[in-house]
């Protein structure tokens, strides 16, 4: 059972990135899922999360207009498409999942770096 994360890398200010996030192990479509994200020194933060279905997106104010979160449940996989990329969007970032759309998230991937240079 695990969730692996991938597609980081190290960019320029202004590019992008997609992240994926491909579920093993478990019964994707039945999960509700997030990423997050954590730079050095800093607690991890709530980035974004999606619906079992796919509905109902929601963003961190930081992110907003610039990612999105998306879903393929025949795929087993999670997507996270950034763009406009900043150097404060530099972090280590994670994917994970919960059963219950208002419990706490109790399945975490391992996670994929980010860097944007400036």
């Known amino acids: 059972v695990q969730l692996q994360a991938s597609g980081g890398g190290l960019v320029q200010a202004g590019q992008s990135l997609r992240l994926s996030c491909i579920a093993s192990?478990?019964?994707?479509?039945?999960?509700?899922m997030g990423w997050f994200r954590q730079a050095p020194g800093k607690e991890r933060e709530f980035v974004a999360a999606i619906a079992r279905g796919g509905n109902g997106p929601s963003y961190a104010d930081s992110v907003k207009g610039r990612f999105t979160i998306s879903r393929d449940n025949a795929k087993n996989t999670l997507y996270l498409q950034m763009n406009s990329l900043k150097p404060e969007d530099t972090a280590v970032y994670y994917c994970a999942g919960k059963t219950i759309l208002t419990g706490n998230y109790n399945m975490w991937g391992q996670g994929t770096q980010v860097t944007v240079s400036s």
């Open positions: 192990g478990i019964p994707f479509r039945t999960y509700h």
